[in-house]
């Protein structure tokens, strides 16, 4: 399994983020990481009795080597497939992207460290400006090619090349959070094209009377796979709020236990989560739980002559 880590600075919104999409499954560990620390180039230690910093003289090579072969280091970026940057674009976000460039700058340098052979840099970086709900589309936009502009041109100083970087502008209280998270996802799913070419299959196989076909994460509403066609974002908000709607009808209900026997012994087994309605504009739409906490939503077009 890889690892997939969420850092920024104080006040980004990385908790938030967690709880909206998570319910509280997930628990912050809110790790606090100096990495001005990992940028200095000399090797200090503490003393207990009187914390003075005691320093020493050594080539650059071997600080590199010290600072690189550390196991704390180490297992920061070890298994380590996404890491998800959180920059709040409200405050003044300079400091934040000096930090984003230092980190891409150590997991650049560590990977180089570590694998000899000349492996491809494989961990994506995925920068999630934060908070645009406040702002106006324009001063959105702008703000992104501000920001994707100065990461570009900080990269290219340090000569970092073939880094992964991919931007979103997220808000916990709309959709795009959700399908910024999706999209991440998806990447460290290997059998992605499998499934993709299987919801194709099915649209397929009945006659595209389907409009969109999602599979669903229940818990978190992250679609970890859909049909090949483009996503409408108003189509995934339809296909989310039903799967709330499924949740909060299916706790007034008394769920119906039906009972197998086999050798002798009493099983109980429940059916999964299954919902199916009509909407006012020709569209039906249809649940049906596939798996353990995995559900596929399909918006049907009624008015298709299939």
Do not use: W
């Amino acid at each position: 399994k890889k690892k997939v880590l969420v850092m920024g600075l104080d006040r980004s919104g990385k908790s938030s983020i967690t709880k909206v999409l998570f319910n509280n499954d997930v628990k912050p560990k809110n790790k606090v990481i100096n990495l001005a620390l990992y940028k200095n180039n000399s090797n200090t230690s503490a003393n207990e009795n009187n914390s003075s910093k005691v320093g020493f003289d050594a080539d650059e090579d071997d600080l590199d080597d010290g600072f690189y072969n550390n196991p704390g280091f180490s297992q920061f970026f070890d298994d380590v497939g996404t890491i998800i940057y959180v920059v709040d674009s409200t405050s003044e976000y300079l400091a934040s992207l000096a930090n984003l460039s230092m980190l891409i700058e150590l997991a650049y340098k560590f990977h180089k460290k570590v694998n000899k052979d000349g492996d491809a840099f494989n961990i994506n970086f995925e920068v999630l400006i934060h908070k645009v709900d406040i702002l106006n589309e324009d001063f959105k936009l702008d703000t992104q090619r501000d920001i994707i502009q100065r990461i570009q041109d900080e990269l290219l100083d340090l000569g970092i090349e073939n880094v992964s970087i991919n931007f979103y502008l997220t808000s916990i209280f709309d959709y795009t959070i959700y399908e910024a998270f999706s999209r991440i996802t998806q990447k460290l799913i290997l059998e992605l094209p499998f499934l993709e070419n299987l919801l194709d299959n099915f649209i397929m196989n009945c006659h595209n009377s389907i409009d969109k076909i999602f599979l669903f994460d229940i818990n978190s509403k992250i679609y970890i796979s859909t049909d090949s066609s483009p996503v409408n974002i108003l189509s995934y908000e339809v296909c989310s709020e039903f799967i709330d709607v499924t949740l909060d009808l299916k706790d007034l209900y008394e769920e119906e236990e039906k009972q197998d026997t086999q050798d002798k012994k009493s099983l109980v087994r429940k059916d999964g989560l299954k919902a199916f309605s009509k909407l006012n504009n020709n569209f039906s739409i249809y649940l049906n739980e596939v798996y353990k906490n995995l559900c596929v939503v399909i918006l049907v077009n009624n008015n298709s002559s299939n």
